[in-house]
């Protein structure tokens, strides 16, 4: 098959939908299908990085698109970024040929809503990989007002897109419920979470050195937040707990990663004068191991209203290191769900927001208990949320389209034989 794919990043970008997109197309293409993908020119943390226009790697052949490089240091700034994203996107759409399958997920949010109308005018099969759902998130983070004009538009855009899909991918059960509240038929909904990558993010006892060391970390119980720092991911109690171990200096706090709220806790670290609080970038996916490697405990965030609506996967790679994980949100979540199903209470702490003697706390008990999880807990879980299971899936989903014969447009100027001869003889 033709087969199409639609979002803001792509490799060799390190944002989370970059890396998920790109196993997925390495996969295609290991089946033998046609990859092609339309993605932005622009990193998305670092906008002043600048990717070729065109590039085919590994058989997969890339079309980026330019797109306006504001950043996220305010709402408008990143509504203009995704705007000309769009509109450069809708341009190029008009310009390919026709593919049998189009896979969309949600960076900028509602970009599917552009691929729904590009499958029902090029008869193509829509796949939407929810890894956000939107308008619903922006909503609950009071970026855009619960019943405005701009809730409801976007809204009818989402369940526009819904509609159109021939198959919705959503990321946890919480999720599915939502997009089935929308109207949408249970059936046509898949749940596959995003997998652990087996291939970049397992233990690395050199790789975790390296890191401590480049970083001054040595002889530290390091704690980590590692991925995107958003409102969506709320670490306020985490930051106060930080602040008050600031005397303890054993301790250090590592804030690795990107996104709009990166910058805050580096001022918060600043304004109170806090020495232990380190804001490093995203390491390159070569080196992810190893910096997943170097921290002690990892804290894994979700705010109270996003359950459904946003899925922390970095869980799935921590399962990887083996590392203890702390988690900070609601007592319902698909990380509870997890935690439910590992049952390692010893390296595995819940906490709800606001608590912050319960997160000294259970910082305090990860530092006593010290060593990694479970192997064998933390194997079998790796095994249910592994590449080798649910990339295999996703990837035999998207096999199960068969390709919409493309319409036939009768030619111009033909003339049936018969009609012709009639009209010479009676000439």
């Known amino acids: 098959m033709r087969i199409l794919l639609l979002n803001q990043t792509f490799y060799p970008d390190v944002a989370a939908t970059a890396q998920y997109l790109t196993d997925l197309a390495v996969g295609l293409v290991g089946r033998g299908h046609q990859v092609t993908v339309i993605t932005s020119r622009r990193g998305y943390d670092c906008p002043t990085d600048r990717f070729p226009t065109i590039e085919t790697w590994k058989g997969i052949t890339i079309h980026r698109v330019e797109a306006t490089g504001l950043g996220k240091s305010s709402r408008w700034r990143r509504a203009i970024d995704f ?21 969309a997920l949600t960076s900028p949010p509602l970009i599917a809503f552009l691929a729904a109308w590009y499958c029902r005018l090029r008869r193509a099969r829509l796949f939407y990989w929810v890894m956000d759902l939107n308008p619903d998130a922006a909503v609950a983070a009071k970026w855009i007002p619960e019943n405005s004009i701009a809730a409801r538009g976007l809204e009818a855009m989402s ?51 390296r890191y401590r060391e480049k970083h001054g970390l040595q002889d530290r119980f390091l704690v980590m937040y590692s991925g995107n720092h958003s409102p969506c991911h709320p670490l306020d109690t985490l930051l106060d707990a930080a602040k008050r171990l600031a005397q303890e200096p054993r301790f250090a706090f590592c804030f690795v990663g990107g996104g709009s709220q990166h910058a805050t806790t580096a001022r918060f670290a600043q304004d109170h004068g806090l020495k232990n609080i380190h804001t490093l970038p995203y390491s390159p996916i070569e080196e992810l191991g190893g910096s997943l490697s170097a921290a002690d405990l990892h804290v894994v965030a979700m705010g109270d209203p996003f359950v459904g609506m946003i899925h922390p996967c970095k869980v799935y790679n921590v399962l990887l290191v083996g590392a203890p994980i702390l988690y900070l949100g609601p007592a319902q979540s698909h990380v509870s769900d997890l935690f439910d199903q590992i049952q390692d209470p010893s390296h595995l702490h819940s906490i709800r927001h606001g608590d912050v003697d319960a997160m000294v706390s259970a910082i305090r008990t990860a530092e006593a208990n010290g060593g990694r999880g479970s192997a064998t807990k933390y194997a079998e879980a790796v095994e249910r949320v592994g590449a080798a299971t649910l990339l295999e899936k996703t990837l035999n989903l998207l096999e199960t389209a068969s390709p919409i014969p493309p319409a036939k447009v009768p030619q111009l100027g033909a003339v049936n034989s018969q009609d012709a001869r009639f009209k010479v003889g009676s000439a």
């Open 159 to 209: 369940r526009f897109s819904f509609r159109n899909s021939h198959q919705v991918i959503a990321l946890d059960r919480f999720m599915r419920d939502r997009v089935v509240a929308k109207g949408i038929p249970a059936e046509k909904i898949e749940v596959i979470p995003p997998w652990a990558q087996n291939d970049v993010a397992g233990w690395d006892a050199a790789g975790r050195d």
């Open 83 to 103: 705007a000309t994203f769009i509109a450069s996107c809708a341009f190029r759409l008009l310009r390919i040929p026709r593919h049998d399958a189009v896979v």
